[in-house]
């Protein structure tokens, strides 16, 4: 159990909260788009006549573009900063998403070359994003990532919503992908402006070398291959969320594609409410406890989705599968970074091995879905939630970590 929120007041109020706000502004921002080409997801392969396992290897394009960046994540960060990354990367993901709206006139070559550049991006604000979430949070003293991470949510349940409206009322997906992507490249480096400075502490200096933490030695640490690898079982349970919910509500439940895009927006809408309103369990209960609980959560509402017993028990699925799978990357990112002085480097580990789930996950559920059916397929998705409670021990805290700074009162 974490030890009690400290109640003195903190000397730089105002910078936290200010970097606070810019911090929940960049999870908005990175979750909106891919929500908004994912809600239009089943009308692109419509459109462009894809299979479930062609649609699944086209999406491999996203995962390769972000595996691409993160191993370089760390340097990357360390040398432009964490604001200047995530203005740059925010830059190409909205370029990335003009390209993915063209895609659906132009083909599936331009598709594939959207979802790369969006991956490449949307990598480096990912880590960059997240290392200063847990800045944050340490200058809270408290839990404040689910937060941001509900943030995160709520860009995509915005992102989805729109879809929805995009849908009905028979909007382009070129012209509403143009839209978003304009806007994100023109409002995002704006709105992080205020992040905290990085820290003075350089990981890669000759000091950090001859004390064996070269950047590839994080690498070699067991206990944040491990979080990587428990980031890796949940970030497939939302991924697959993600990916699969429309079409497996198109396929298996012969629903509209409005329907599909509502049990989407669902599993957004119970993934941001439990993110924000759940970061007292944690400190309370602890993550080990907390995540072993989502776990069950998540499994539950994945077998109850994938039952065939109708839309209401498949909508209650996707509810209880969201509100399971909130945790499992904030917390493993807070794990990552609770040595401050390293990271951005651990961080950068751990969430590349944790989206090795969207480089595997979308062709891998695609072709078992063409043999077996895409509902019955996401029963591997559950059995990955019991890996998640076997080994989430790992992200209990150091025995010997850091000082906390004292907690404040908002986040």
């Known amino acids: 159990m974490a030890e009690p929120a400290r109640k003195q007041p903190h000397p730089a109020l105002e910078p936290v909260r200010a970097a606070a706000t810019a911090t929940y502004a960049a999870f908005i921002g990175c979750g909106f788009g891919p929500a908004t080409y994912l809600s239009r997801l089943a009308e692109v392969r419509e459109h462009l006549h894809l299979s479930t396992g062609r649609l699944g290897m086209i999406l491999l394009a996203t ?21 200047r990354t995530v203005a740059v990367c925010s830059v190409m993901a909205g370029a990335g998403q ?9 083909g ?10 969006v991956g490449f991006a949307g990598a480096g604000w990912d880590v960059a994003m997240n290392v200063q979430g847990t800045r ?29 409206l995009m849908v009905l009322a028979g909007v382009p997906v070129a012209a509403h992908l143009l839209v978003t992507g304009v806007l994100t490249a023109v409002v995002m480096p ?25 950047p590839q030695s994080f690498w070699r640490e067991p206990r944040t291959v491990l979080i990587g690898l428990f980031v ?29 895009t509502a049990a989407f927006a669902t599993f957004l809408l119970s993934t941001t409410v439990t993110r924000w309103f759940g970061g007292g369990l944690l400190d309370r209960f602890g993550r080990v406890a907390v995540l072993r609980a989502s776990s069950a959560v998540a499994a539950t509402g994945l077998v109850l989705f994938v039952s065939g017993l109708g839309l209401p028990t498949a909508f209650a699925g996707v509810a209880l599968w969201g509100t399971g799978i909130a945790f499992g990357y904030p917390v493993g990112m807070s794990a990552a970074a609770d040595d401050p002085r390293y990271a951005a480097q651990r961080v950068a580990v751990a969430s590349t091995i944790g989206k090795v789930s969207s480089f595997a996950g979308p062709p891998l559920l695609g072709l078992l879905g063409d043999r077996l059916g895409l509902l019955h397929t996401l029963l591997v998705v559950a059995a990955l939630q019991l890996v998640a409670c076997a080994i989430a021990a790992v992200t209990r805290p150091p025995a010997v970590a850091p000082a906390a700074a004292p907690a404040l009162k908002s986040a």
Do not use: K, N
């Open 232 to 260: 890796l079982a949940f970030g497939f349970g939302e991924g697959a969320g993600s990916d699969w919910i429309g079409v497996s509500v198109v396929d298996g439940y012969h629903g509209q594609a409005v329907v599909g």
């Open 190 to 214: 704006l709105a992080v402006r205020r992040f905290l400075p990085d820290a003075v502490h350089e990981p890669d200096s000759p000091a950090d070398r001859r004390g064996g933490h070269r």
């Open 63 to 83: 995962a390769a573009g972000a595996l691409c960046f993160r191993p370089l994540a760390g340097r990357v960060i360390r040398r432009l900063g964490q604001r």
């Open 136 to 164: 944050v949070e340490r200058e809270f003293g408290r839990s404040v990532m689910p937060r941001f991470h509900a943030a995160y949510s709520m860009g995509t349940v915005g992102g989805a919503s729109i879809g929805v």
């Open 108 to 117: 599936v070559a331009v598709v594939v070359l959207g979802l790369a550049v």
């Open 98 to 106: 003009v390209l993915l709206g063209a895609g659906d006139v132009a």
